[in-house]
C-alpha cells in the first residue's frame, strides 16, 4: 500500500507540505538504504583480499548501518564495523630476507658508535626461510606500501571498505 500525505492546501503553508513530502520520503527510503548499506559493506569487507587470504574468523569483524530522521526530514546513516580481536592461528611461509633491525639500547648504540666510529644496525644478516604461527593475529600491507602484524584489522583497510561501500551505493560523490 503506497504511503501518502496529507494535507490542507488551505491552511497548510507550502513549507509544511514541503516538510511533511520530504519527512515521508525518507521514512520510505531510509529502511532500504540501511539495509543495502550494510548488505554491501558486509560483502566488502569479506571479498577484501587482506581480510579474505588471512582467515580472519566471521566473528571478527562485522558492517551495521543504523539512521535517524531529524525533524525537517534529514536522514543521517550511520555505518559502523565491529572490529573485534582476532582469533585463532594462521602458519605462514617467511621468505628469505636481510635483517636490519636497529638496536633501542642506548648503551649498546654508544658502544658500537665507539667502536666502529658510525653507527652500524644490530642483527644484519641473513634470515632462512622459516614457518612462523601468528596467534590471535595476521600481517597487513597498508596502503602506503608498508606492513604490520596486528590482532586487529587495521583502520587503514576498513576505511577502504567503507569508501568503497559508500561509493557502490550513493555514488563517487559521496
Keep these: 500500500m503506497p504511503s501518502t500525505v496529507k494535507f490542507d492546501v488551505l491552511k497548510d503553508t507550502p513549507t509544511h507540505i514541503a516538510y511533511q513530502v520530504s519527512r515521508k520520503v525518507a521514512e520510505m527510503i531510509a529502511p532500504q538504504l540501511e539495509d543495502e548499506l550494510e548488505r554491501v559493506a558486509n560483502e566488502k569487507i569479506w571479498a577484501h583480499p587482506q581480510i579474505k587470504d588471512n582467515n580472519i574468523p566471521s566473528t571478527s569483524l562485522a558492517a551495521s548501518v543504523f539512521y535517524d530522521i531529524n525533524p525537517s526530514g534529514d536522514v543521517k546513516l550511520s555505518l559502523t564495523i565491529l572490529n573485534d580481536e582476532i582469533g585463532g592461528t594462521k602458519d605462514v611461509e617467511v621468505e628469505e630476507h636481510k635483517r636490519h633491525q636497529v638496536t633501542k639500547d642506548p648503551a649498546e648504540v654508544a658502544l658500537v658508535r665507539s667502536a666502529t666510529g658510525r653507527f652500524e644496525p644490530k642483527g644484519k644478516g641473513k634470515v632462512k626461510r622459516h614457518k612462523r604461527s601468528l596467534v590471535n593475529k595476521r600481517h597487513f600491507k597498508l596502503p602506503d606500501g608498508s606492513w604490520i602484524t596486528s590482532s586487529f584489522v ?21
Design 154 to 174: 587495521p583502520n587503514e583497510i576498513l576505511d577502504e571498505v567503507v569508501e568503497e561501500t559508500l561509493k557502490e551505493i550513493l555514488g563517487e560523490g559521496s
